[in-house]
Structures are given as C-alpha cells and as structure tokens.
C-alpha cells in the first residue's frame, strides 16, 4: 500500500490525492513486473541478535497464480521446469544433504520446565460405506518399476498419464456442429434434475481431495510417488486434473485408491428451504 502525506490544500490547487496514489500504485506494480519482481511481498520485521537492531524485510509471497503474483508464478513455472528436466528420467536417488543442526538457544533451558502440551491426535477410523485402501510395504525412494525387454535384455522405467474426472451431476445439452459432429454445450439438459449442491461442493473441495488421493497412492504404491499436475475446467465448470506421474502403477491400483478416496467434511444443510434467492421468494424459472 503506497500512502502520501501533503501540506498542499487540494481545494485550491484541484489535486486529487486518490488518484495520484492510485496512478503511483499502478506504476509500481508495472515496474515491478516488468523486473520480475514480487507485487505483493510479505513485509516482516527481523531483529539482528548480533547487532541487536530491527530490519524490515520483503519477503516474496511464492504464489503460483499469476492474477496475484505474475513474478512469482513465473518463477515458480521455471522452478518446476527445471526440477522435471534434471530429474524426472534420472535412474538413482538424489543426494540429500542431511539439514543443518541449530543452535541452542538461550531460553532452552527454561523451556525444559515447561511442562510439554497435550498431543492432539485424529481419528484414522475410515467410513464403512468406503473399501479399504490396499495394503503395501512402504519404501523411502522415489524410483518407479523397472521392465525388461527378455529379447534384447534393454531395462526402461516408463512413466504414466493420469486423469481424474468427477462424476456426473446429471445429462449434459448437445449440439451438432457445422461438421456435422455433435459436442458437448456444457449446459445441462434438465436444470431441475441437474445435481447443482453436489456440483459445488465438488468444486470447493477439489483441492482437497486430490491431496487425499496423492497420499493415497503413495502409500499403496510403495514408494514416494513424484508427479506434475494441472487443474482445468470441463465445459460444466467441473474441475478435471491431468497429471503426469514419474513411474508406473498398475491400473488396478490407482482405480482401488480411487474407489477407496474421500474428504470427510461437515457442511451446513443446503435444501430449498434454506436457499434465498435475493430480493424473490420464489426461486428462478428455468427456461
């Protein structure tokens, strides 16, 4: 936020204070991105043990969507690149440096009299209506399986294609194009049978359930499963996730742990009864 102080009367000269602090935030942001640096940072204040002054500092927001951050995202888009060239077909583990040990500090000591806090523990207790995952001894590499050719002795390490579509909220319209072929409207074909709560509530949880599914099938497939991932929407608006998994796993796996995949989360009852439609009492008309 770029803020100004004037001693100027803007009655008498016509300044609009507004708007030049509007113009100036324009312009820095434009500055910004054009030298690919951060628009929105995170400004926080660093104390300095050895010196014992107080910096403040701009830390970069990290985001991966480019309506908030075009920098960052650019970055991140790079990062990823550049982490898939250099290891998505290597054939051994990564050296990982072991994380540097810290300092001791100070007030340690009085933190060992503190008593320790209660830990809150959840409930992996799975829902009856739900299969259960498939079992599978779990190993700490990152290495997909092998296949060899018995004719030429050759080993590969292929990777898969994977996709994940929700299910149907009702009869989507078609249409027949000028080629003659028919496509998919993405409008559904009866809005009164059309399945709109389930359709949204899908939607805000996507997220969330597509992380359940990766844990998921890391741990049925044994190892810690490496993937790109892009989240786009179908012509219904749903969300569809395509993502390119390094490594093979069977397809009776993936299709269990997506049969036995799920977000529990508790939502307020959404009928009817509880709908209002603005200013109407009476719900819209389809036509």
């Not at 982490?83 to 290597?90: A, D, N, S, Y």
């Not at 207790?125 to 092998?146: E, N, Y």
Request: with cysteine; hydrophobic share 35%.
């Amino acid at each position: 936020m770029v803020s100004f102080r004037t001693t100027l009367d803007t009655h008498a000269v016509g300044l609009d204070v507004e708007d030049a602090a509007r113009q100036a935030r324009e312009l820095a942001r434009a500055g910004a991105e054009a030298n690919g640096v951060c628009t929105s940072p995170v400004v926080r204040s660093v104390f300095d043990r050895e010196i014992g002054t107080t910096h403040i500092v701009p830390i970069p927001c990290g985001s991966t969507r480019e309506s908030k951050c075009k920098a960052c995202a650019e970055k991140a888009r790079r990062l990823r690149m550049h982490q898939c060239r250099e290891g998505w077909h290597r054939d051994d583990e990564p050296d990982v440096p072991p994380a540097p040990t810290a300092a001791p500090d100070e007030d340690d000591d009085e933190k060992e009299d503190e008593p320790a806090p209660e830990r809150v523990t959840r409930s992996t207790r799975r829902r009856p209506d739900v299969p259960d995952l498939p079992t599978q001894k779990m190993t700490s590499g990152t290495l997909g399986r092998t296949f060899t050719d018995p004719r030429t002795g050759q080993t590969f390490r292929p990777s898969m294609f994977l996709t994940l579509t929700l299910g149907s909220y009702g009869d989507i319209g078609r249409r027949r194009r000028a080629d003659g072929k028919w496509e998919s409207t993405g409008v559904p074909a009866n809005p009164r049978t059309y399945d709109y709560r389930k359709a949204a509530l899908d939607a805000l949880m996507f997220s969330r359930v597509v992380d359940r599914f990766m844990q998921n099938l890391r741990r049925c497939a044994g190892y810690t499963v490496q993937y790109f991932a892009a989240v786009e929407p179908q012509k219904r608006l749903a969300p569809h996730l395509h993502a390119a998994i390094r490594g093979t796993i069977p397809r009776a796996i993936v299709k269990q742990v997506a049969a036995a995949t799920y977000f529990a989360a508790w939502w307020p009852p959404c009928t009817d009864a509880n709908v209002v439609y603005g200013e109407h009492t009476e719900p819209p008309v389809w036509g």
